[in-house]
T-cell receptor, first 116, second 114 residues
């Protein structure tokens, strides 16, 4: 069974479009995350959700909006896509929230977004 | 601000030789440090973490890491490299001020030759 899954795996779209990436985890974790990996393989946190509450929002454009319908899902919606949004987006999950031991995060396989 | 540095873009070793992938960190409090591996076109896989206690941490696939507080380092090691260890390795630190998110180094590509 896949622990953290993402759909789609590949997404090619044109500038100005709106798209969503879905993420689901079956690990029973409390916290989920979205990371962006750029063309140089650099990884940066975008958002994290704990018990359906946004607890981190880094300097991400407001065109990006995470939506969590329940604890097992954290979807990423992107409005008005730009060329610079092309990257690989990773979903991850972990136990615990802001308190407790620093549990490791489990990552999904990634979604490669290409904006043309 | 908390950060990690991986000074080497690439490390090359021969199969059977020991390997070291370097990582240094900067944190304001106690560090929580992690190593992840990424194979081509795959997500990141957790290798090991340091929270507190023994400075030598053992992880998956025969990897271990040595925490050195005085040198603020957390180097990844393996006594005998395998060709299948070839991948991209990330060191990460947990940002206590920003919840549980990880701050990653730029990554080091490990290439093991047969």
């Amino acid at each position: 069974d896949t622990a953290v899954s993402q759909t789609p795996k590949y997404l090619v779209t044109q500038m100005g479009n709106d798209k969503s990436i879905k993420c689901e985890q079956n690990l029973g974790h409390d916290t989920m995350y979205w990371y962006k990996q750029d063309s140089k393989k650099f990884l940066k946190i975008m958002f994290s959700y704990n018990n359906k509450e946004l607890i981190i929002n880094e300097t991400v454009p407001n065109r990006f909006s995470p939506k969590s319908p329940d604890k097992a899902h954290l979807n990423l919606h992107i409005n008005s896509l730009e060329l610079g949004d092309s990257a690989v987006y990773f979903c991850a999950s972990s136990q615990a929230g802001t308190s407790g031991a620093p549990y490791e995060q489990y990552f999904g396989p990634g979604t490669r977004l290409t904006v043309t | 601000a908390q950060s990690v540095a991986q000074p080497e873009d690439q490390v090359n070793v021969a199969e059977g030789n020991p390997l070291t992938v370097k990582c240094t960190y900067s944190v304001s409090g106690n560090p929580y440090l992690f190593w992840y591996v990424q194979y081509p076109n795959r997500g990141l896989q957790f290798l090991l973490k340091y929270i507190t206690g023994d400075n030598l941490v053992k992880g998956s696939y025969g990897f271990e890491a040595e925490f050195n507080k005085s040198q603020t380092s957390f180097h990844l090691k393996k006594p005998s490299a395998l060709v299948s260890d070839s991948a991209l390795y990330f060191c990460a630190v947990r940002d206590a001020q920003a919840g549980t998110a990880l701050i990653f180094g730029k990554g080091t590509t490990l290439s093991v030759s047969s």
